[in-house]
């Protein structure tokens, strides 16, 4: 029978012309509302808030006990605010100046030399404000400088200079550095599920009606209140460095891990090479070679091509200072046993994608994470920053040998503050602004890393024991019972030639959407008979997946419908339906949604702000969306504003929505046997 698209001797294979693209229909901004003069957001409850304030007799008894205030300043053309709140008794003192209100600048200047200030941003922002409300500048030069800094990016010592202004230095505590991540205060408030999330209600160019002047301060309260919620959730934190400051001689309060472990590592070096440390000239543009160590050695064809891949790669500091991957080591993929591994500058990576695996009678999931392996890596192979000399190796050996010991001896403050000058220096290895910069140093350590754990891989494939999954410092072997010896020993002859040593956990199952989004549930080890058992000890589990263990750790992610996770380890640990644990909760926090909205988000004609928090409430109609545009901000449909969380547990919780999601999340995890309804 002849072909229907037969021509002449052939027939035409050209594919069917693509139907053209359907453009999207362009959506109408919302009305502006939020920028007329007579916007008055809240105006009610502002002028009912009453602020519990200082008197000067309770101010005189709180600098005695040595109270920390949280501080924060806003700034109009015609408005200039700076409170205070006590993180000890919550009470509050304000200063303003209207153009016919002026305020006490003695008793401002009192409070700053009295207390600890704490504030967020404050070395950036509101010191370099405060230091010219103290000289006495007006409202229209404070306004103007804060433009300066905000606005046009000037570092505020430059403005200072500008104003003939000598900055001030009072005791103080930055803490966005020591929060993670850089988001913004609204942003953290979220993820600590503060009582209200409130962005600035008025343009900053607003002229200030006396009710928007009495807003304001209502935010600005509540910005305390967020600030003081957060140092909180830092509390352990900010202990470890007061401790460290005290050993280093040194303020490390404000300072982040990898900033701490500079000023400690640039200090110890100066004092043993007698000449401050300085910061290298790399030109952009400058290539370097990967030097390959002496235990690097593969069996097969394919890994010995990418070492020679690797080995011939020009790595090239770009203008920024970085240096990402060559081309040729980026588009690598090596499929081993049926896996694919791609290489990285962040570290080596399986490629699987919605998959499970169990642990059983026969077969044996085996997770071996390598122990402080980039510290080791750089101690082993002997790698220092060139133009700090040899003295890094003694200093960062002293630090790693320091840790280990008051690790082994129960010192947790003394470990923990190592840790953080341990891990952090390798964060400034490729940062063009410290003097710990060292790309030929970087490469060095993330591309060994990568090269050592598929020279593991490799031995564990070539005799047969299949490896499911490698993350940057370990990988998850699933091993028949029977051979378990016979991995050990690959491991551990492993070991003895690179330098390294691993530990051991061992999993019942390992659910996977992908590399960086896993549920692993642990097999609970017995210490008395150090033999691992059939039942779940819990669940290691990592980015969509994660749920915070401490206040600190709920500072890492925003919150998206943390109870669908729950109800999904639930089920895999315990048994127990979705149903269940969705229904029986009765805890808002975690059901709810928090992001950040760029150029802010509008529900029904109400402006939320930029930084926002919802859930999916039965019979809500509508969506959220973008102010500047009208498109909706993802995933909003049936999505109710929740700024204020409530006093009581909201009776219109759309449950079947949150049912559903965790069903995906099985499917997506390689739980669920068929696709659900993912609307």
């Keep these: 029978m002849a072909r229907a698209d037969m021509a002449g001797l052939f027939w035409d294979d050209t594919p069917p012309p693509k139907p053209p693209k359907q453009e999207k229909p362009k ?48 700034v109009y053309c015609n408005y200039f605010l700076i409170a205070f709140t006590s993180l000890a008794s919550g009470k509050v003192i304000y200063f303003e100046r209207t153009t016919n209100h002026d305020f006490n ?26 230091s010219m409300a103290l000289a006495g500048k007006t409202n229209a030069q404070l306004k103007a400088a804060a433009n300066e800094i905000i606005v046009n990016g000037t570092r505020p010592s430059d403005v200072l200079r500008t104003y003939k202004v000598k900055g001030i230095k009072p005791n103080h505590i930055d803490l966005i550095e020591v929060a993670p991540l850089r988001a913004s205060l609204k942003i953290y408030g979220g993820r600590l599920h503060a009582p209200r999330m409130q962005d600035l209600p008025f343009h900053p160019e607003t002229i200030l009606s006396p009710e928007q002047m009495a807003i304001v301060r209502w935010y600005c309260v509540n910005d305390l209140t967020n600030t003081a919620l957060l140092h909180e959730s830092l509390k352990e934190q900010l202990d470890l460095r007061e401790s460290m400051s005290r050993e280093y001689n040194m303020d490390l309060r404000s300072k982040s891990d990898a900033q701490i472990a500079e000023a400690v590592i640039a200090e110890e070096i100066e004092r043993l090479n007698g000449a401050r440390a300085q910061r290298p000239v790399i030109e952009p543009g400058t290539r370097y070679k990967y030097k390959i160590p002496h235990f690097i050695r593969y ?68 997770d071996r994470d390598v122990t402080s392996y980039y510290p080791y890596i750089i101690l082993n192979q002997g790698l220092y920053p060139q133009h700090l000399g040899p003295n890094f190796l003694r200093v960062y050996r002293s630090l790693v040998e320091r840790r280990i010991a008051a690790k082994r001896r129960g ?8 840790k953080i000058t341990i891990n952090g220096s390798f964060g400034k290895l490729g940062n063009r602004y410290s003097v710990l910069y060292a790309p030929d140093l970087l490469i060095q350590v993330t591309v060994t890393g990568q090269l050592a754990l598929l020279m593991l891989i490799e031995r564990l494939e070539l005799a047969g024991i299949h490896v499911v999954s490698a993350n940057t410092d370990g990988i998850v072997i699933k091993c028949p019972t029977a051979r378990q ?53 819990g669940c290691k589990t990592k980015g969509a997946y994660a749920l915070p263990e401490k206040p600190s750790d ?31 909760c009765t805890d808002i926090r975690k059901f709810v949604t928090v992001r950040t909205v760029k150029g802010g988000a509008v529900k029904d004609g109400e ?46 919780v759309d449950y079947e929505w949150y049912e559903r999601e965790a069903e995906r999340m099985l499917y997506d995890i390689g739980y669920a046997v068929a696709p659900v309804d993912k609307k």
């Design 299 to 366: 069996q097969t064809p394919l890994l010995n091509w990418a070492l020679n891949v690797v080995r011939n790669a020009d790595f090239i500091v770009s203008e920024d200072g970085n240096v990402g991957m060559p081309a040729e080591l980026k588009e690598l993929k090596l499929q081993i046993a049926g896996a694919t591994y791609r290489m990285g500058i962040g570290g080596l990576h399986s490629s699987e994608q919605c998959v499970a695996h169990y642990a059983d009678a026969h077969t044996l999931l085996i």
């Design 27 to 74: 959506r109408t901004p919302p009305e502006r509302t939020w920028e007329r003069p007579d916007y008055l957001p809240g105006l009610q409850d502002a002028l009912a808030f009453r602020v519990p304030q200082f008197e000067d007799w309770e101010l005189a008894i709180a600098a005695a006990k040595g109270e920390r205030m949280v501080f924060d300043i806003e």
């Design 411 to 418: 010192d947790k403050v003394v470990a923990d503050s190592l």
């Design 554 to 584: 709920q500072l890492h992610k925003n919150p998206t419908n943390a109870i669908c996770v729950e109800a999904v380890l639930a089920l895999l640990t315990k048994g127990t339906p979705i149903t269940a644990t969705v229904r029986n």
């Design 607 to 652: 402006f939320l702000g930029q930084s926002i928090r919802w859930y999916y409430a039965a019979g809500e109609q509508g969506e959220i969306v973008y102010a500047d545009s009208g498109n909706k901000v993802p995933r909003s449909e049936g999505a109710k504003p929740l700024m204020d969380l409530p006093a009581v547990f909201p009776q219109d």
């Design 105 to 130: 600048r003695d008793k401002l200047q009192w409070i700053v030399n009295t207390f600890c200030l704490v504030s967020f941003n404050g070395w950036n922002f509101d010191i370099p404000i405060l």
């Design 485 to 537: 010896a016979e991995c050990d020993a690959i491991v551990k002859q492993w070991e003895h030639e690179t330098g390294f040593e691993t530990e051991d956990t061992q999993y019942l199952a390992l659910f996977s959407r992908d590399v960086n989004n896993y549920i692993a549930v642990k097999k609970k080890f017995d210490k008395a008979t150090k033999q691992w058992l059939y039942q779940p000890d």
